[in-house]
């Protein structure tokens, strides 16, 4: 499975394909409005706005499996703006494990294996996307966005 031939939706239900993205670096990124972690969307910010010029970008994916997320992408998107200053794109709520894990999410666990195997630990588990679509490093949800950044920067 390639990458860029998964379907996804915005916050507001818009599909498509993750083609979009081709040519740039992806960091993408199952959230939570609720969780611990939350304060990592200011990192994923600065982050995406240092070096979206430079071809790369932030896909949050909203999930509420470990019960720590609003009722809908939406609302959870409206959380993230308003709180965090998001402007990285948001998603449709997801889920990142079990049977019903999103397809992108299947493939992103398979092609880059954590703690728990294929298994998403938590939330704010970050996945590294070269710009050729090949998932080049999981984050743990403890590891601060930043200190992927000599990851992102070598991809660039």
């Not at 979206?52 to 993230?80: I, M, R």
Request: glycine share 8%.
């Amino acid at each position: 499975m390639n990458i860029y031939d998964i379907p996804v939706k915005t916050e507001k239900g818009e599909q498509y394909e993750l083609d979009r993205y081709k040519g740039q670096v992806m960091m993408i990124v199952n959230t939570a409005s609720k969780c611990g972690f939350t304060n990592q969307f200011t990192q994923l910010e600065e982050l995406y706005e240092k070096y979206k010029e430079e071809g790369f970008v932030v896909l949050g994916f909203p999930s509420d499996q470990f019960k720590q997320e609003l009722s809908s992408g939406e609302e959870a998107a409206e959380f993230c703006r308003l709180d965090y200053g998001v402007t990285f794109p948001m998603h449709e709520m997801v889920k990142v494990n079990g049977t019903e894990a999103h397809p992108l999410f299947k493939h992103l666990s398979s092609e880059a294996k954590g703690l728990l195997g294929q298994s998403v630990k938590w939330n704010f588990t970050k996945f590294l996307v070269d710009r050729d679509g090949n998932v080049i490093k999981r984050y743990a949800p403890q590891d601060s966005p930043t200190k992927a950044e000599n990851d992102i920067a070598k991809l660039l």
